[in-house]
């Protein structure tokens, strides 16, 4: 302010010494000094003058818009703006992370869906196969299931099949043997009677199919204890009869040399030997001897 007011004094001084300059120099101008040029230069030192004026006036102002508003204001606008705009920029550059984050856990996500279904097919095949096999095996079970009914199944188990009969052929132990009524008892136990031997088909079928006895070179009685059938002449010596109570017609398959009634008790129950030849496989015995036994019924 010191220096401002300074400078106005300073200014309004050459103001007036210019002035007065102008003036003496005409009055002294006695001595016919031409009066246009000084004027020209008197003007042009004011004009000098409030050019300076000018400039620092000028000077001043520039400085005082320099600090006031406008452009000021405007460059916090636009750095607020910038700010703004950083936050924005900030914002979406999150928001784009997040929603990366979120694209890349829905695309694990698909994956393990996928992979899941992957398994599912590879079980579901194996599990399909698994089918398809069981479907063979049932439907190779059921035609075995149909033959076996059609054949033995018609038989109880253990029992045998034979043309249009089942038999049961007791092949046990020393101990378990029986004598021919007790043998008669078993198979009336289970539902059947001793084996009666209609004709010559069912005594070869017998033949073929009852455990042959080992020759050992020794006579036959001495080989196996042999298998009682249903056949007795307990009512009357030399007439056999089935325990059906059909007499014997065609003479039956007797072992050469038998039914001989042999010894002091005599033999009065029949019984099979399988040995070599089928025409001659039966023997007399005596009813209290313990042999195997083989029992028939007709099937189911
Ligand atoms: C796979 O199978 C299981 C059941 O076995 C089921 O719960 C699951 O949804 C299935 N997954 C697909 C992807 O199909
Ligand atoms: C069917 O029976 C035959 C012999 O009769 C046997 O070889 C085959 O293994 C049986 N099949 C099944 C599936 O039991
Ligand atoms: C089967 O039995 C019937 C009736 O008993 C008989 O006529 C036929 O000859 C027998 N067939 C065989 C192969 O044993
Ligand atoms: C055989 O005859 C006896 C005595 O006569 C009789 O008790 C039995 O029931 C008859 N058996 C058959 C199968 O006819
Ligand atoms: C058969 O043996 C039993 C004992 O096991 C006996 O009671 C029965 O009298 C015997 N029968 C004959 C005919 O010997």
């Known amino acids: 302010m010191i220096s401002n007011d300074y400078s106005t004094e300073e200014k309004s001084f050459h103001h007036n010494t ?5 003036m003496r120099t005409v009055r002294v ?20 003058i409030l050019l300076l004026t000018a400039v620092v006036i000028g000077i001043y102002c520039g400085k005082v818009n320099e ?15 910038v700010k703004q705009l950083q936050i924005l920029q900030s914002d979406a550059i999150k928001a784009q992370e997040e ?38 095996e049932r439907a190779a079970l059921l035609s075995n299931a149909s033959n076996i009914r059609e054949s033995c199944g018609r038989c109880h188990p253990g029992w045998l099949l034979l043309n249009t009969s089942c038999y049961f052929h007791a092949k046990v132990g020393l101990s378990s043997l029986k004598n021919w009524s007790d043998s008669r008892a078993d198979c009336i136990s289970r539902g059947a009677d001793l084996a009666v031997i ?10 073929e199919t009852l455990p042959k006895v080992e020759r050992t070179g020794r006579p036959w009685w001495f080989e196996a204890p042999g298998i009682w059938i249903g ?17 014997l017609q065609h003479g039956g ?21 399988i040995r070599d030849n089928p025409r001659k496989s039966w023997f ?12 028939e019924m007709g099937p189911n």
Not at 29 to 48: D, E, H, Q, R, W
Request: proline share 3%.
């Open 99 to 136: 929603a990366k984050q979120a694209l890349e856990k829905a695309f694990s996500g698909h994956q393990q869906l996928k992979l899941h279904l992957e398994q599912n097919k590879t079980l579901s095949d194996s599990l399909q196969r698994q089918l398809e096999t069981l479907h063979a």
């Open 198 to 207: 209609d004709n010559w088909d069912e005594q070869l079928n017998l033949f």
């Open 67 to 81: 600090e006031s508003t406008p452009h000021q204001m405007t460059i916090q606008t636009l750095i607020m703006e």
């Open 29 to 48: 101008g006695s001595k016919s000094l031409p009066l246009y040029p000084l004027i020209i230069v008197c003007l042009g030192l004011l004009n000098t």
């Open 253 to 273: 398959y007797w072992i050469q040399g038998e039914p001989n009634n042999y010894g002091s008790y005599g033999e009065n129950c029949a019984a099979l030997m």
């Open 231 to 247: 056949l007795t002449d307990i009512q009357k010596e030399g007439t056999w009869v089935w325990v059906n109570n059909v007499t």
């Open 284 to 295: 007399d015995g005596q009813c209290d001897v313990t042999k195997e036994w083989l029992c």
């Open 18 to 22: 210019g002035t007065k300059a102008c």
